[in-house]
């Protein structure tokens, strides 16, 4: 059945989207952890992305979201000589995560999603319009 | 006699699943529209004029052994066309939700006029219909 294939595909989409939205709130959540030993790493950028499958069932390429994986981009570097997790040098490396990244990635997530949402707002109105050629 | 058989219902049944068939290619782009490398997909128009000619000369080849393969039925997407100024291939989801509201009117008015039709048969029978 077309319709319910099309609802399946928009709600694949809208769970890797909300997948999405829950690596880049841990990204910004951990935006200033620090790493809890003394000479440890701090927290390392998560990055999500998104690949399609072919789903035999549903005749469809679906989407689902890869494990993340971490970003091996340079930590910040914060002069804290004081720090006790300051290197030689009186330097706190901090996680390399930036903020504005992370809010942009969201509102793409976002605008996504509630493309999802009409896509399946359509499907579910044309179904519901087959059902009502059976009244009267 | 089927219902079927007759050439408006068969055509609107068609034209329906198409745009149901249509709705299910959309929704994979949209869901898609973050995939790297995924390319947008649409389906051909509805050839009316290939429709009517099959109803004519009703030539179809047709499953008579359980070890024959069926002709899948249903249309087969292919790379959709650039439009607005977008690339072919590309996700615009702008693009994909300004064809979705288009089957969905196209939808509505298959509908509507399949109701219509099944309401002059009610006429015609005699019946009064409400």
């Known amino acids: ?136 | 006699m089927d219902i079927q058989q007759i050439p408006l219902f068969s055509l609107l049944s068609s034209r329906m699943s198409w745009l149901s068939a249509r709705q299910s290619v959309l929704a994979e782009n949209v869901s898609n529209a973050d995939t790297p490398n995924y390319i947008a997909r649409d389906l051909k128009p509805l050839d009316f004029a290939g429709i009517l000619r099959d109803q004519e000369f009703a030539l179809k080849p047709r499953v008579t052994n359980v070890s024959h393969i069926a002709l899948r039925s249903g249309f087969l997407p292919q790379e959709a066309e650039g439009e607005g100024g977008n690339p072919s291939g590309v996700v615009s989801i702008e693009q994909e939700m300004i064809k979705l509201s288009d089957t969905q009117v196209h939808y509505q008015t298959a509908t509507n006029l399949y109701q219509k039709a099944v309401a002059m048969f009610r006429t015609a029978l005699g019946t009064r219909s409400s």
Do not use: H, W
Not at chain 1, 24 to 47: F, M
Not at chain 1, 80 to 89: C, K, M, S, V, Y
């Open chain 1, 1 to 136: 059945m077309d319709f319910f294939s099309a609802l399946q595909i928009s709600a694949y989409g809208m769970r890797a989207q909300s997948g999405r939205m829950r690596i880049i709130a841990e990204n910004l959540a951990n935006a200033d952890s620090v790493s809890p030993s003394a000479n440890g790493e701090p927290y390392r950028r998560q990055i999500t992305a998104m690949t399609s499958t072919f789903d035999r069932e549903l005749n469809a390429n679906v989407v689902e979201l890869i494990n993340p994986i971490p970003d091996q981009t340079q930590f910040r570097l914060q002069y804290d000589p004081g720090n006790p997790r300051a290197d030689t040098a009186g330097y706190v490396r901090l996680p390399n995560v930036n903020a504005l990244v992370e809010m942009m990635d969201m509102r793409d997530a976002q605008r996504s999603y509630e493309a999802n949402i009409q896509a399946l707002e359509g499907a579910r109105s044309m179904l519901v319009r087959t059902i009502d050629l059976l009244r009267r």
